[in-house]
């Protein structure tokens, strides 16, 4: 069962507008979320995270919001560039464990 | 910079040969892990280490074993390797979670191919 979902396996998005990546998790246990971006033939960077304690993270272009209610945690790119094509990882930990959980991954194009 | 490296970024292997795949950390990182990541299923893990000579089951051991006999080595292997092993093979690291950061540091990836 899968814990953690994104639902949209690609999005194609303009330069210069605005990117929303989206996941829904099913576990209330999650406490911390973070996304990875991931380049072909390289392995997934660490892009941002959050703690279930906030709603909102942000640095720089990218920024994460949290609705618990909803268990579904949202990444916004602003303003989009074309280095920014990548496919893109939620995950979650939850309480006592170490271990990510990771969505299926949404592929991101950003066209000139 | 935590650097994660693995032993090969492509090999190719045939059907019931033993792989190994090997990571080295440099960050002295108590958690190691391993996963695949096939296309529509993203990431999933086969095993993680918390220390030396453990070893955790994760979602998808089937198939593999591990091994940890040092702090920043993490090798997976495959006993007797079958064409639905090929794939895109991630270790990873990170400190313990009591330093309040669950983010983990990948290598570069293994592409493996079973003939």
């Known amino acids: 069962d899968q814990q953690v979902k994104q639902n949209s396996p690609s999005l194609s998005v303009q330069e210069g507008r605005i990117s929303i990546l989206n996941c829904d998790y099913t576990n209330s246990m999650f406490d911390y979320f973070l996304w990875y971006k991931k380049y072909p033939a390289e392995g997934p960077t660490f892009l941002i995270s959050i703690s279930s304690i906030k709603d909102k993270n942000e640095d720089g272009r990218f920024t994460v919001f949290l609705n618990k209610s909803a268990k579904h945690l949202s990444l916004h790119i602003v303003p989009s560039q074309p280095g920014d094509s990548a496919v893109y990882f939620c995950a979650a930990s939850d309480l006592n464990t170490d271990k990510l959980i990771f969505g299926t991954g949404t592929r991101l194009q950003v066209f000139p | 910079d935590v650097k994660v490296t693995q032993s090969s970024r492509y090999l190719v292997k045939r059907t019931g040969e033993k792989v190994f795949l090997e990571c080295v950390q440099d960050?002295?990182?108590?958690?190691m892990f391993w996963y695949r990541q096939d296309p529509g299923l993203g990431l999933r893990l086969i095993y993680f280490?918390?220390?030396?000579?453990?070893?955790e089951k994760g979602d998808i051991p089937e198939g593999y074993s591990v091994s940890r006999e040092k702090k920043e080595r993490f090798s997976l292997i495959l006993e007797s390797a079958s064409t639905n092993q090929t794939s895109m093979y991630l270790c990873?690291?990170?400190?313990?979670?009591?330093?309040?950061?669950?983010?983990?540091?990948f290598g570069p990836g293994t592409r493996l191919t079973v003939t």
């Open positions: 960050m002295d990182h108590e958690n």
């Open positions: 990873a690291s990170s400190p313990l979670s009591l330093t309040d950061s669950y983010e983990q540091y």
């Open positions: 280490s918390y220390d030396v000579k453990m070893k």
